[in-house]
């Protein structure tokens, strides 16, 4: 039963098992009621006036991490992971109070009717295909979705789960069956007019070339006008929508690092010479490596070619027990001994059928495979590891090294084409040998790798100083920078919106700085944290939390736009009522040139970037001198002295393009305009 197996999936040797689309949307819009601590249980987030509470967030979160590992067999414990699930248990939820509900409002819904079509129908749903396709045949059939509940119905100890997955499948279906219709409402009501069909043919069709006169407004001296706060103030509220904003904090810190010292040097030194000497003298030197290292010691197995001159020179050589080095890198010191060198071919592929520890059925496979029996076949109909089943039991060619050693010990001894069973404990793989390549020397060399680290007492010293800045620096942003002078460290900035993880330019460690800062206020600073084993003080110097940044907030932001605006009507009165050369003779500037310009582009030579520019361009008739143009970086005047013309696009072909373009952008943009469109309140931030 493909439903069955797809549910209850277990995990491969070498295969990592990713998650498809449909599975994906399996778990999103699961749905919970709220959960409760007494009255305790905080608030972190709401949406729409629906108040997601600390209880209500990590239950979606579990059950999605849960589903997830079950379906997948990954562990999905990792910070990449962990981040992973967040995102699709807050997708969940917005899709749950964000996107159903508007589709309730419109009318938008899924009969009982269509629910049996989404599932048997003559256009069944792709999530239902997706879960329920015979992995012998490619197909899907409703047989399958019936062997499947009656699956459920018989398994005591996970047909309840079964079939609360099973819901949820149909669930997804039914929500993307809505989300269809949404998508067919919308795009049905995109519209393309004549006007803009016009514009996108002259658009195409029209290659403009002239002369130009202006200049940037970098080259105009900021003493030549006044901006009075008024004209920020009239600018802002003119342009408040511009300056929407996600809640935020603005944070100054201090990275204290944690460097060895001269001391720990040569401790380091003499401890690798102790190592030296010692894994020249064991028996054991791969486990002594192990032992030593700290880093990962590889196991592979390399060719002359594959390996430095110097190891490739003691593994093919006459002394194998020879140690090289130390040696230092970039305050990383290496000792190598080879461990093995051995005849083995360089790449094998095989096939293989998975079983739950079952001697009976293995050895009766085992046998139908060495009695010319379709393995592919078997490997469809037996194997638990439905990924490589699905492809007849195929796993591909991969570098005999990447094997396990009891695989290896195998492969040694059999021939391409031939079988043999491999047990490794819970799990049984029947095996096809089908490529092994010709044998090469290879060596397998044991490295210790042994960083040069602070010591204890270096990081209890810098600690301490870390320490004495933290006491100094509380109480302002003043005494926080003149503490940061005293111990000659430069504070750094950041702005951490509310949807960060992790401080731009540091690693997941500095998760707890995030958190802090969002529980923070404007002056507070913080206690030592430890990131990438430095540490680090911050203090929160602006917190963010309106839907519009203040004035105040974005006066620099502002400031030099009408510094522009300002520059702007200086160079106007330069250039307003002139031709051309006398408008260059005005500024004390050389006339410019442009060739083949259209109304699609964005770039003139000697601009720059200059799309009202080009605007002005493509509107102009022969001979005709534009008006002064505000563009993003000057005022300029243009005049057209050719326009070419071309038959590139039709209007019938260019209304077809651009029915087709609106269409897709209004798609796209469709989900954005719900969540925009809805309340939301995003204080995860203070809890995960």
């Known amino acids: 039963m493909a439903g069955l197996n797809t ?31 007494g009255g305790q249980d905080p608030k972190v987030a709401e949406i729409n006036g629906e108040k997601i509470t600390y209880t209500h967030y990590q239950d979606t979160f579990d059950a999605v991490q849960n589903n997830l590992s079950t379906m997948s067999g990954q562990d999905y414990s990792s910070s990449e992971a962990q981040e992973a699930v967040h995102n699709v248990a807050w997708q969940q939820l917005l899709n749950q109070y964000a996107i159903e509900p508007g589709f309730e409002k419109m009318g938008i819904n899924v009969t009982d009717e269509e629910r049996i079509e989404l599932i048997s129908g003559q ?22 979705v019936v062997n499947f509940l009656n699956a459920a119905a018989a398994d005591q100890q996970y047909g309840p789960l079964m079939m609360q997955r099973y819901e949820m499948l149909v669930r997804d279906a039914q929500v993307q069956r809505a989300m269809e219709k949404y998508v067919g409402l919308v795009s049905k009501g995109v519209f393309v007019n004549d006007l803009e069909v016009a514009a996108g043919v002259q658009a195409a069709n029209k290659a403009f070339s002239g002369r130009w006169v202006g200049q940037s407004y970098m080259q105009v001296a900021d003493s030549l006008v006044k901006v009075e706060k008024a004209d920020v103030e009239k600018f802002y509220n003119e342009h408040k929508k511009m300056f929407k904003q996600m809640p ?15 001391n720990d040097r040569l401790a380091a030194a003499n401890e690798v010479e102790k190592m030296a000497a ?156 089908d490529r092994k390549d010709a044998p090469v020397m290879k060596a397998q060399v044991a490295t210790i790798s042994y960083p040069i680290m602070a010591s204890p007492s270096t990081e209890k010293d810098i600690h301490s100083i870390a320490n004495q800045f933290s006491v ?42 995030v958190r802090w800062a969002f529980d923070a206020e404007v002056g507070e600073v913080s206690e030592i944290f430890t990131v990438d084993r430095d540490y680090v003080v911050a203090i929160v110097t602006e917190k963010r939390d309106e839907q519009y940044a203040t004035m105040q907030q974005v006066y620099n932001e502002i400031y030099p736009m009408v510094l522009n605006e300002k520059k702007f009507e200086v160079l106007k009165s330069q250039l307003a009522g002139k031709s051309i050369d006398e408008a260059a003779a005005a500024l004390g500037v050389e006339v410019g040139t442009f060739e083949n310009v259209t109304a699609n582009g964005f770039y003139i030579d000697g601009i720059g970037i200059a799309p009202r520019t080009i605007g002005a361009i493509s509107k102009s008739a022969e001979g005709e001198i534009s008006q002064p143009i505000n563009d993003i970086t000057g005022a300029y005047i243009v005049v057209v ?48």
Do not use: C, W
């Not at 935020?248 to 001269?262: C, H, K, L, W």
């Not at 796993?395 to 084409?417: H, M, N, Q, V």
């Not at 209304?655 to 796209?668: G, I, L, T, W």
């Open 7 to 37: 549910l209850r999936t277990k995990g491969g040797l070498f295969l990592t098992i990713f998650i498809g689309g449909a599975l994906l949307m399996f778990i999103i819009s699961l749905a919970f009621e709220n959960g409760g601590m």
């Open 123 to 144: 256009y069944v749903s792709p999530i239902i295909v997706s879960a329920f396709t015979n992995p012998q045949t490619g197909m899907f059939s409703p047989e399958e």
């Open 248 to 262: 935020s904090r603005s944070v100054s810190y201090v990275v204290f690092e944690v460097e060895p010292t001269d």
């Open 278 to 433: 010692e894994f020249a003298a064991t028996d054991e030197p791969m486990i002594y490596a192990k032992s030593k290292s700290r880093e990962t010691v590889d196991e592979a197995y390399y060719s002359k070619e594959a390996l430095s001159a110097e190891m490739a020179a003691i593994a093919f050589g006459n002394d194998r027990e020879q140690v090289y080095g130390p040696v230092l890198e970039n305050d990383v010191y290496h000792i190598s001994r080879v461990t093995d060198v051995r005849s083995m071919p360089d790449s094998v592929g095989v096939s293989y059928i998975v079983l739950s520890q079952n001697a009976a059925k293995a050895d009766s496979l085992m046998a139908a495979a060495k009695g010319g029996a379709d393995f592919a076949a078997m490997a469809m109909e037996f194997s638990e590891e439905r990924t490589t089943a699905e492809m007849g039991g195929e796993l591909g060619t991969l570098p005999y090294s990447a094997y396990p050693e009891e695989f290896r010990a195998e492969i040694d001894k059999a021939s391409k084409g031939s079988f043999f069973k491999v047990d490794m404990g819970q799990v049984v793989y029947i095996v096809r040998l």
């Open 472 to 513: 100094a620096a509380q109480g302002s942003v003043e005494k926080f920078n003149a503490a940061a002078a005293e111990n000659a460290v430069v504070p750094r900035v950041a702005r951490i919106m509310n949807t960060d993880r992790q401080m731009a330019g540091m690693g997941d460690d500095s998760r707890p700085i």
């Open 641 to 688: 002295d050719q326009v070419v013309e071309a038959e590139n696009q039709t209007a019938e072909a260019e209304r077809v393009r651009q029915q087709s373009m609106a269409e897709a952008q209004a798609a796209q943009r469709m989900n954005q305009a719900l969540y925009e469109g809805s309340e939301i309140e995003d204080l995860r931030v203070k809890f995960f």
